[in-house]
């Protein structure tokens, strides 16, 4: 896992989750902080270990760490955060020594984790779409009700 850690200590990917968290201070709905990257890593791993997909943990945590990290470029300059994350976590990959095709897997996930077709691929993109779902506790959310998720996308149930 020492590329995953060395994700954690890039100075983009610091930098960038400072700007997230002073963003969203004031925000009621989910946030998209190291908590959120972190529940996504695991319930991604946890399927991962479930299915027997087999998928690299290092890959896994790298696009749960990555996929929201553009987050503040869509607050500050409208770029739709698929892109702005995938942009942003090309540069650290590469950094952390991650290979051209570790690369391609994981920034193609994190591209697609906000579309639907997604939701029922049996890769990392896949894997990644539903455990970013999963992570969100609508059952105890305080906004519940003014949240513009749809009554069957919120989580109002624990699934076992
Ligand atoms: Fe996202
Ligand atoms: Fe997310």
Redesign the pocket.
């Known amino acids: 896992m020492e590329r995953v850690n060395q994700i954690c200590r890039h100075p983009l990917w610091t930098e960038s989750v400072d700007k997230i968290r002073e963003l969203e201070r004031d925000r009621i709905f989910c946030k998209?902080d190291v908590a959120h990257c972190l529940d996504v890593a695991r319930i991604a791993y946890i399927e991962n270990l479930e299915r027997g997909l087999e998928i690299p943990k290092e890959r896994i945590y790298a696009a749960a760490l990555l996929?929201?990290i553009g987050r503040h470029l869509q607050y500050l300059e409208g770029l739709p955060?698929d892109r702005g994350s995938a942009m942003v976590a090309e540069t650290i990959l590469v950094d952390c020594g991650f290979s051209q095709d570790e690369r391609e897997e994981i920034l193609s996930a994190i591209l697609q984790?906000?579309t639907q077709e997604t939701k029922t691929k049996e890769d990392l993109a896949g894997l990644l779409y539903r455990a970013?779902k999963a992570s969100r506790s609508c059952l105890f959310c305080q906004a519940q009700k003014a949240c513009n998720w749809s009554q069957e996308k919120k989580n109002l149930t624990l699934k076992g």
Do not use: E, G, L, P
Request: charged share 45%.
């Open positions: 998209h996929h929201d955060h984790h906000r970013d």
